[in-house]
């Protein structure tokens, strides 16, 4: 039976970790955080995800462990490292995690003589693998890779709200590293954990860009739909969103990711975006599409304060309410979300912000605590509210109508995702990316 340990318990830790072992695989899950783990073994998810608190459960009642002892993955014949790189300020990553956990790793491996195989799921810019953790390994364990055990790049490509199936149906498996029976091994492995699934085999540094790759082209779909609907919004009766579903039918652009809004946020894009730039311009390359993208997306937001300002002649003292700070629906993720940043530059405005989410109240909390106002319900966020700002596309907001809107003070709605654009409200509507008069 094929053992494998999990080192970091993060997202994408976490869901992979609870579907191996849902499967049946003697999993042991590994975090340096005690009262994470601590929680994890009781069944219960330190993050909103659909279907994960359920899947955790069925691989806890299989054979499942959770550990902050990372010498408990000595036995295991494959390790995923799924650490966090956070971004630092000049855009660049953070290293320092995932290099403290292939060094313990090293350790762990210098007292067994089991060939292991070592996978880098953590988002790391190419040249990493080589520069960092191969030599950190090959120290620390006495070890050389290649001969006595493997090391494979192996990203990940999850989306938050749909982590499990993703982890259960990739749309590909990327395998970076040498030619060499551990290469091997792990391709019958994943061959066998996702029998339809196209497996990539390529070498560190290539595997290392591709998520990058992904990432940043994503990144760049979303804001050239945003160009687009701020093109639409000046020219009367123009919609985004019928130009977004007709030109999402040719399959040389598809559907996905051509939903304007306000910009796209979350742990991934944003971070990956600002980590590739500063990587190219270490290799020389002045990276002007990627630079273009960043503006396009910063002035989103600005586009928001704007048209806001305006409706209400000065944010000074106005009582503004803010419907959703989850990055996107089905998460209570709020890393580098863009209703977090309007909160924060409506605040240095004076404006008085009352917030509403079905799932990231206390996330949000945590950044502002008593300097905002926080809704348990929707009519309590409509309640003398001058303003109503909708920012995340959560299925809750379709059902507003107008007597959620008397409540308001003043009936101002700016819909940064067009949710109410098919119903005829008593407000001062403005969808963005819908034409008409400001």
């Given at each position: 039976m094929t053992e494998i340990g999990i080192v970091g318990l993060g997202f994408v830790g976490l869901s992979l970790t609870s579907v191996l072992a849902s499967k049946g695989y003697s999993t042991i899950g590994i975090d340096i955080d005690t009262e994470k783990c601590k929680q994890i073994a009781n069944g219960k998810s330190p993050i909103f995800e659909p279907k994960l608190?359920?899947?955790?459960?069925?691989?806890?009642?299989?054979?499942?462990?959770?550990?902050?002892?990372i010498s408990l993955v000595k036995n295991c014949d494959f390790i995923f490292v799924t650490v966090?790189?956070?971004?630092?300020?000049?855009?660049?990553?953070d290293l320092s995690m995932i290099k403290q956990s292939v060094a313990e790793l090293g350790k762990t491996m210098h007292k067994n003589k089991k060939n292991q195989i070592i996978f880098i799921k953590s988002t790391v810019t190419p040249g990493t693998m080589k520069k960092y953790v191969l030599p950190i390994l090959e120290k620390n364990s006495k070890k050389k890779a290649g001969k006595d055990f493997g090391l494979i790049s192996n990203p990940e490509f999850l989306?938050?709200?749909?982590?499990?199936?993703?982890?259960i149906f990739p749309h590909a498996v990327v395998l970076g590293g040498y030619n060499t029976k551990y290469m091997k091994k792990a391709k019958m492995?994943?061959?066998?954990?996702?029998?339809?699934?196209?497996?990539i085999i390529t070498n560190h540094q290539t595997a290392e860009m591709v998520k990058y790759a992904n990432n940043t082209f994503l990144a760049t779909k979303i804001s050239f739909i945003n160009q687009l609907s701020n093109i639409c919004q000046k020219i009367p009766g123009a919609n985004v969103d019928d130009i977004a579903k007709t030109i999402g039918l040719d399959p040389r652009i598809g559907k996905l990711f051509l939903n304007a809004g306000p910009g796209y946020g979350g742990s991934c894009l944003p971070k990956d975006?600002?980590?590739?730039?500063?990587?190219?311009?270490?290799?020389?390359?002045?990276?002007?599409?990627?630079n273009a993208v960043e503006e396009i997306n910063t002035k989103q937001l600005e586009q928001i304060i704007s048209i806001t300002k305006k409706k209400l002649s000065s944010l000074k003292s106005k009582r503004i309410t803010i419907l959703g700070t989850?990055?996107?629906?089905?998460?209570?993720?709020i890393r580098d979300s863009i209703a977090i940043e309007l909160i924060k530059k409506l605040q240095k405005r004076q404006a008085n912000i009352t917030i509403h989410d079905p799932k990231a109240m206390k996330n949000t909390e945590r950044i502002f605590g008593d300097k905002i106002k926080y809704a348990k319900t929707i009519a309590d966020a409509f309640s003398k509210s001058q303003c109503v700002i909708i920012m995340t596309q959560w299925k809750q907001y379709s059902k507003i109508n107008n007597n959620n809107i008397k409540k308001m003070d003043r009936k101002i709605i700016i819909d940064s995702r067009r949710i109410l654009a098919e119903k005829e409200l008593v407000a001062d509507y403005q969808a963005i990316g819908i034409g008409n008069n400001q």
């Open positions: 608190e359920k899947t955790l459960r069925e691989g806890l009642r299989k054979k499942l462990k959770i550990s902050n002892d966090g790189t956070p971004q630092k300020r000049n855009g660049s990553i989306q938050e709200s749909n982590a499990i199936k993703d982890t492995f994943f061959s066998k954990l996702h029998p339809n699934t196209p497996i975006m600002k980590a590739l730039i500063n990587f190219a311009g270490t290799t020389g390359i002045n990276p002007t599409l990627l989850a990055f996107k629906p089905e998460t209570d993720d």
